[in-house]
């Protein structure tokens, strides 16, 4: 053996370890193999009609997810996530149905329905973000409060009443479709691509990961900590109640009492199975968007083969623990 090959061999860089491939292939590995599962057991699985309920399905959890992957980036948690939900799709009938104020003008009252709920939960996002910021306060208990408290808030807005409402113009963020593919999976798509944009080719994406990072190192450099923590909780808080709108849109009914619950576990769980790492300084989008289609995908191989939905939790619980698991082990090796 020559000195030249001696010396490239030693250059060479170290095969991964299973446990990072795991973690690097893993996601996507359980996505393939779940898709095989239902192929062989689920009757049905390759229609249309299968393909169009896991899609309409999935996009909520992606919206939340993906800003829920930006606050997890920052090394923050947002617990409030599906309380924002529910106050969202609880303003929102509550303009067009002209209970909050009369608006004769439909197509103002529809326009307004859309944005105001949003600006409503971004409110909400910036007090979590101000809580974690200006007082310190660990990011699970400040996300705790609008955990518990918000769902509160969206019943005495509504006097813990169903609202049902039959709106074209509205419903059609969830109802409508553009050539044939449903408004609400573009809308995921777009929001998914916006996220992926802002974390690669954006200064704040690139704060933000070096805020999850080091946060010390990155108050050093310059960054402007606080705003950057700050406005992630506010991206997460527009996007929840975004997703709002599309489960009332969908449902043609407001209830403060359902909507968004469990939201937070399914969140979190896409962003771990998705390969995110949950104490910060990495950002995967695309992995979050895998991640819940496995999510959604466990869910219905239970559901549509005679399994009780409350099994799908324990098992959304296990891929978490074995999700972090396999960070933290390939972390390490």
Known sequence: ????????????????????????????????????????????????????????????????????????????????????MAISGAVAPMIFLGTLVPIDNAALAVGLAFV?????????GWF???????????????????????RGIAQVMTNGNLQVFKNPAFQWIAMG?????????????????????????????????????????????????KRVKTLVYVISGALAGIAGLVVVARNSASDANLVGMGMELDAIAAVAVGGSLLTGGRANIFGTLLGAFVIQLVRYTLLANGVPDAAALVVKAGLIVVAVFIQQRADKT
């Not at 599962?37 to 909520?60: D, E, G, M």
């Not at 949003?118 to 909400?124: G, K």
């Not at 979590?128 to 918000?150: C, D, K």
Request: glycine share 8%; proline share 5%; net charge positive.
């Open 116 to 124: 105001l709920p949003v600006i409503v939960a971004m409110l909400f």
């Open 1 to 84: 053996m020559t000195m030249t090959d001696t010396s490239l061999k030693a250059a060479a860089p170290p095969r991964p370890s299973a446990l990072q491939i795991a973690s690097r292939y893993g996601t996507f590995a359980a996505f393939l193999l779940l898709i095989a599962v239902n192929v062989a057991i689920t009757p049905n699985f390759l229609s249309w009609q299968t393909l169009n309920v896991n899609l309409t399905q999935v996009a909520t959890i992606v919206i939340v997810a993906t800003g829920m992957t930006l606050v997890i980036a920052t090394g923050g948690i947002d617990l409030s996530v599906g309380s924002l």
């Open 177 to 225: 479709n553009v050539a044939g593919i449903p408004a609400q999976v573009l809308l995921m798509v777009v929001i998914a691509a916006l996220a992926y944009c802002l974390i690669r080719f954006t200064v704040i994406g690139r704060q933000i990961i070096a805020v999850g990072g080091n946060e010390k190192a990155a108050r050093l450099t310059g960054i402007p900590v």
């Open 128 to 150: 979590n973000g101000f809580l974690v910021t200006h007082f310190s306060i660990q990011p699970i208990v400040a996300t705790l409060v609008l955990f518990i408290a918000g």
